[in-house]
């Protein structure tokens, strides 16, 4: 079997006209151009990258992109009196703050000093319990980018046996509580888990986010199966060169699998554009709009 590559940056284009087509309307009809800030603290180079990446992808969707770079040595107290100034700003519909953070400033604490309402990366505690529970809430990113794939991909995903590899409240969980809520027998397997292998040989579904360069091997995949790849691991070449490669070794397990995403050009474009949709939906909440009907076909 060869596996149909699941194109993530394909899709992502599409959802990202999608998105700038609605924000068109938005700003035509209603006067309104959604804005995201994103708050970067310190240089890791790797959130650099990303944050430049968001910030130019907003406004080629049209929307205002507001950047805050804070110095690594920037207290929590400032932090949060940063983010209180967004909270109450008008023109900003949605707020990121780039993870991680520098060791000083605790991270939960920022994450839930956001208007959970402004909350585009859907980390703030509010919204993990309404997701939690079924309710309208701001869905994470990434394990959202995925849903998207896997619901385009097969439509109805009832029933379907997914097996998550990762249990982070980043990507593991929230994907566990996005599944449950479309009807799949979910398992969430982690570092501790015994049989790992085994779980996710009886999976419709495997979610791989962990983290670690081609863990998961071709003998794993039950044929016919629908794999995401959500790692994204530098590995150094022979010659000295480096690559980006996914949590499983794409060229065995693509003939295994029935589908699969690939790294890089799977789940990673999927992500920002997926935040910037979020951004769409905070601001047509804001201003009592229906959501935008943004999945594309
Ligand atoms: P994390 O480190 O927070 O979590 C990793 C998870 O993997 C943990 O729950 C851990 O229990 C599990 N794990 C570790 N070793 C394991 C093993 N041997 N067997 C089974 N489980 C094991 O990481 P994260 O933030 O969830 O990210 C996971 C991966 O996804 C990383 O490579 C990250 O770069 C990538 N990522 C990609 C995107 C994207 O946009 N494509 C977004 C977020 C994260």
Known sequence: MVAQIIDGKLFSKKLRKQVSEHVNVLKTENNITPGLAVVLVGE?????????????????????????????????????????????????????????????????????????????????????????TGQKSMVPCTPLGCLLMLKNFHGSLTGMDAVIIGRS????????????????????????????EEAVR????????????????????????????????RVKASDGSTRLVGDAEFSSCSEVAGAITPVPGGVGPMTIAC???????????????????????
């Open 44 to 132: 890791d180079p790797a959130s650099q990258v990303y944050v430049r990446s968001k910030g130019k992808q907003t406004i080629e969707v049209g929307m205002n992109s507001y950047e805050y770079k804070l110095s690594e040595d920037t207290t929590e107290a400032d932090l949060l009196e940063l983010i209180n100034r967004l909270n109450v700003n008008n023109d900003v519909h949605g707020i990121l703050v780039q993870l991680p953070l520098p060791g000083h400033i605790n991270a939960d604490v920022v994450i839930n000093s956001i208007d959970p309402e402004k909350d585009v990366d859907g980390f703030h505690i509010s919204n993990v319990g309404l997701l939690a």
């Open 275 to 297: 935040l910037l949709a979020n951004t769409l939906v905070a601001c047509c909440r804001k201003y009592g709009l229906e959501d935008p009907d943004i999945i594309p076909n």
């Open 169 to 196: 409240n980043i990507v593991g969980k929230p994907m566990a509580q996005l599944l449950l809520n479309e009807s799949c027998t979910v398992t969430i397997t982690h570092s501790r888990t015994k049989q790992l």
């Open 202 to 233: 009886c999976a419709d579904i495997v979610v791989a986010a962990v983290g670690r360069a081609e863990m998961v091997k071709a003998s794993w995949i039950k044929p016919g199966a629908t794999l995401i790849d959500v790692g994204i691991n």
